[in-house]
């Protein structure tokens, strides 16, 4: 991992994801084996940052979509994602446009068409790039305790005694 | 917690256990409590109560196996966990830390289903070389010594109920299916020096009060607390030596510093679970034992099983809270017989098992197509949300089983493990049934929308050094101990000889109980 970020946004990223490596070896082992990629992206030039971190945006709210989620988190992962691994997302993005440009005359950002975009990220969801920004938001967003609330997640109990005593069983809509 | 004696390399009188888990961990606590002495060799590292937190990714990384190992085969793991073929805890009590306490005994049946349903093709079904009669006293003193609820061994009552009980509960009623609670390891009253459950959650990610149990902080410090058992954290075991009658003599292992270390051994147990213990006898092949040691039969890592599983998580109109409370706190036991008209042989638990957002993010659709809307939408849903997890006795097959990688080494310099893996079709089948089993129940209590995930990696690991009453047909004979090497036991779950339709731990205790009993009886003979 590139370590040229300053440590703060370094350990908001590791807050942000739960565990920094949990990414990568939850890549490698719970999702799948990441294979090597017929990356033809090497030789096209990298997109500008401001390209890449509009594009991740979109890309971002693809993969997990929820109207309640404010666009504030879904940056703050992917740009966390894109400073530290600036080679594998610029060029995944540069992949990405070309795929777009060639399936659909113009770059991912511009599809407009849900189920177009859809479609294109499906046959790159085996990539490398695809899964590492995939793994990222999974952590980001549903490892995320500042997020548990919106999803009527909990989390960590025991520093308030458990359920014991605290809506263990208050399930009034269902009745013998 | 400190060591309070420390034993000689040289000293060739000691009994040494590798692993420190449900096996392991009891057979050094019944030795110790009955005057054997024994070195315990732990490959992981200690862990304190306040090392566990209420986080599911967190513990994951921190308490999980994750040396290399490969998955291989036809099950779906090859694809979609390819680097995580088992689910069980690198650490001083092993896996214990990890089960969720679920103390189910296996059924008379299930130590007879050769006999029971003739040859099956595909499968290398045998009957066990004991009899439900023959551990039932042992599970009697399993429960007392575990805690567990709602038996007559303890006398305690069940826990609470919780919301997703309750829900669980009225749609066995309402379908006719049996409810039952769980019989469970974890305190519902203060016992034996551990607290009452609090209904934190996270029983997964090591208890964090110790009501449930685990050799951690139960058989371990009471085998160290006599000064006759000795434990080594961070001790990775690389082979065990024999001499020239093919008795073990000793064992190879990695000491906390990295350091070789070869310490001497009258007996050796082996309980280093399903894929570590064959693996490391596959690693003691030498020029008398050159298919590994123990292995005359040829039975060593194969019929690895897990259970037949899968989730089911039901989507209702209102909320149910399952991270309330205990993580399995009930069962729907209906199908647990043995009924062939149903079109499968053996039987399936369903069990009541909740999942935080982070794992169920993972598991809900596991795989590199697991993202989408229909993803997003159904975690959404998660306060709404039931869920089962199936388990469901796995059939024994030789081809599936633990080999050593040819090429790939581990960070010791040891072959890998590569575990191969397929579904029987009696597994498919069965797998079937309790989905639509579980869309039966959850229909009845309003859900409205269902989700059928696949299998988890196993937490539950059986078989690949069986027990059998001839030498040919397994690796070890009633006692667990091994036909070919008189002083060498496996006291894991790999002695099992079928899975039957329920947790293994329960029954991976009663025999580390009997098998210690009969260990220290030959010590103090000497006939061992």
């Known amino acids: ?176 | 917690m400190t060591n309070t004696v420390k034993f000689d390399l040289d000293d060739d009188d000691l009994v040494v256990i590798i692993g420190s888990g449900a096996g392991g961990g009891t057979v050094a606590n019944e030795l110790a409590q009955k005057g054997v002495r024994s070195v315990v060799l732990e490959a992981g590292k200690r862990f304190t109560l306040e090392d566990f937190k209420n986080s599911e990714w967190e513990m994951f990384m921190k308490l999980s196996w994750l040396d290399k190992r490969i998955s291989a085969g036809g099950w779906h793991h090859a694809k979609n966990h390819s680097g995580l073929p088992a689910w069980i805890v690198k650490g001083v009590g092993g896996s214990s830390i990890h089960w969720a306490g679920v103390s189910l005994r296996f059924k008379p049946h299930e130590f007879k289903m050769k006999s029971t349903n003739g040859h099956i093709e595909g499968a290398n079904v045998a009957d066990w070389p004991i009899s439900y009669d023959d551990i039932a006293p042992y599970y009697e003193k399993a429960e007392d010594k575990m805690g567990v609820t709602g038996t007559k061994a303890t006398g305690m009552p069940d826990l609470p109920e919780s919301s997703h009980t309750k829900l669980h509960r009225i749609a066995a009623e309402r379908t006719g299916m049996t409810f039952a609670n769980a019989p469970m390891a974890i305190n519902s009253v203060a016992r034996d020096g551990r607290p009452a459950c609090q209904q934190i959650g996270f029983c997964m990610q090591g208890c964090r009060i110790g009501a449930k149990w685990s050799t951690m902080y139960t058989e371990l410090p009471r085998a160290e607390e006599t000064g006759l058992c000795e434990i080594r954290a961070n001790s990775m075991v690389q082979k065990i030596a024999h001499d020239a009658d093919g008795r073990a003599t000793g064992v190879h292992y990695t000491d906390e510093k990295g350091n070789k270390k070869f310490q001497k051994a009258r007996v050796v147990c082996v309980a280093g679970n399903s894929i570590e213990s064959p693996r490391l006898l596959l690693n003691s092949a030498s020029k008398k034992f050159p298919d590994g040691l123990a292995n005359s039969s040829g039975q060593v890592g194969r019929n690895y099983m897990g259970h037949v599983t899968g989730g089911v998580y039901g989507v209702f109109p209102k909320p149910v809270n399952m991270h309330r409370g205990t993580s399995v706190p009930s069962l729907i036991t209906s199908e647990q017989r043995n009924d062939p008209d149903r079109g499968f042989v053996a039987g399936y638990s369903l069990e009541v098992l909740a999942l935080g957002l982070g794992f169920l993010s993972a598991f809900l659709k596991p795989g590199s197509s697991g993202w989408g809307r229909e993803v997003s939408e159904a975690l959404e849903n998660y306060q709404n949300m039931a869920g089962v997890w199936i388990c469901g006795e796995d059939l024994p097959v030789e081809n599936n089983r633990i080999t050593l990688h040819p090429t790939e080494k581990d960070q010791h310099g040891l072959p890998v493990p590569v575990v191969t893996k397929t579904d029987h079709n009696n597994d498919l089948v069965m797998r079937n049934h309790a989905y639509a089993q579980m869309a039966k129940l959850y229909k009845s209590v309003g859900a409205t929308k269902l989700h059928n995930l696949p299998a988890y990696p196993s937490s539950h690991n059986m078989g690949t050094n069986r027990m059998s009453e001839k030498a040919s047909d397994g690796v070890v004979n009633k006692w667990g101990q091994s036909h070919d090497v008189p002083n060498l036991f496996i006291s894991d779950g790999s002695q099992f000889v079928t899975s039957g339709a329920v947790n293994p731990t329960l029954t991976i205790v009663a025999l580390a109980i009997r098998q210690a009993e009969h260990i220290a009886k030959l010590v103090k003979t000497n006939a061992l």
């Open chain 1, 1 to 176: 991992m590139n370590n040229k970020n300053s440590s703060i946004s370094r350990r908001k990223f590791l807050g942000s994801v739960g565990c920094g490596v949990a990414g990568t070896v939850v890549a490698t082992t719970m999702i799948g084996s990441v294979t090597a990629s017929e990356n033809k992206a090497s030789t096209i030039s990298m997109p500008d940052s401001g390209h890449i971190s509009q594009t991740m945006l979109k890309l971002a709210k693809d993969i997990y979509p929820h109207e309640m989620l404010e666009n504030k988190y879904y940056q703050k992962i992917v740009d966390n994602l894109a400073k530290q691994e600036k080679k594998l997302i610029g060029e995944g993005i540069a992949m990405l446009d070309q795929l777009s440009n060639e399936k659909l005359g113009q770059p991912f950002l511009n599809v407009g068409y849900e189920p177009d975009r859809i479609r294109i990220l499906r046959s790159i969801e085996d990539n490398p790039f695809f899964i590492k920004v995939r793994t990222a938001l999974m952590f980001g967003i549903y490892d995320n305790k500042d997020l548990f609330h919106l999803f009527g997640y909990q989390g960590s109990s025991w520093e308030k005694g458990g359920y014991k005593n605290r809506g263990l069983n208050e399930l009034d809509w269902l009745n013998d």
